[in-house]
């Protein structure tokens, strides 16, 4: 009698777990599994102030940024040899608080001719707000797929930018790179840079600087 109760017991404890979970709704497949297929995403990213959303107010400080820049460079470091580069770097907006930053970048022979790609970049700009209103200060964040992420915090001044690291995170695997400081400006219809960084047992040392034209925006 006592064993025949125990398995009538346990034989209704799931019968009853199943009509619970039924009542609320936790079983039953999910919302979106035959749902209909959606379009492509549906708001634009421009880096071209004459078409797309509007420029947020809170970024109106970074509008002379926003374009395509392209030309060349120079880079070096103690530990290793100088070399060329081209660069292209991309400012761009869908009309929300932060500038959306890209930049693609090639080793070159002096001549220009490309030898392989080099690093890239990705992130955003990002102007601090005080009281909803935006100040000189920025907000920078990139991250590189060679397993470093940099926070950098600096200041606009009409078209130049100062920046410097506030943190830099790695995986297990990346190079050492400790800190970084960058100058950014607009002369005569170009961006200029001049890039240091402290990396692999170096001190802030000037690494990158370039000329980009702007080609679009």
Do not use: C
């Amino acid at each position: 009698m006592t064993g025949g109760g125990a398995d009538q017991d346990g034989a209704g404890q799931p019968d009853r777990r199943r009509a619970t979970r039924a009542q609320s709704g936790a079983i039953g497949p999910p919302p979106w599994l035959n749902a209909p297929p959606v379009g492509e995403y549906p708001y634009q990213d421009t880096h071209d102030l004459r078409a797309g959303p509007d420029l947020h107010p809170a970024v109106l400080g970074l509008l002379p940024f926003i374009g395509v820049w392209r030309g060349r460079g120079r880079g070096g470091y103690p530990t290793i040899e100088d070399f060329h580069f081209a660069q292209e770097i991309r400012f761009s907006h869908d009309g929300r608080p932060f500038i959306r930053y890209e930049s693609r970048s090639w080793l070159i022979e002096e001549d220009g001719t490309p030898i392989r790609p080099a690093a890239p970049e990705v992130g955003w700009w990002r102007p601090v707000l005080a009281d909803g209103r935006p100040t000189d200060e920025l907000e920078v964040m990139l991250a590189y797929p060679f397993g470093v992420m940099e926070l950098y915090i600096g200041r606009l001044d009409g078209l130049k930018v100062e920046l410097g690291t506030d943190a830099v995170v790695r995986t297990v695997t990346a190079k050492e790179v400790t800190a970084g400081q960058r100058l950014y400006g607009i002369v005569e219809g170009a961006l200029l840079y001049a890039q240091e960084m402290a990396a692999v047992g170096q001190r802030l040392t000037p690494h990158l600087s370039a000329r980009l034209p702007r080609v679009a925006g």
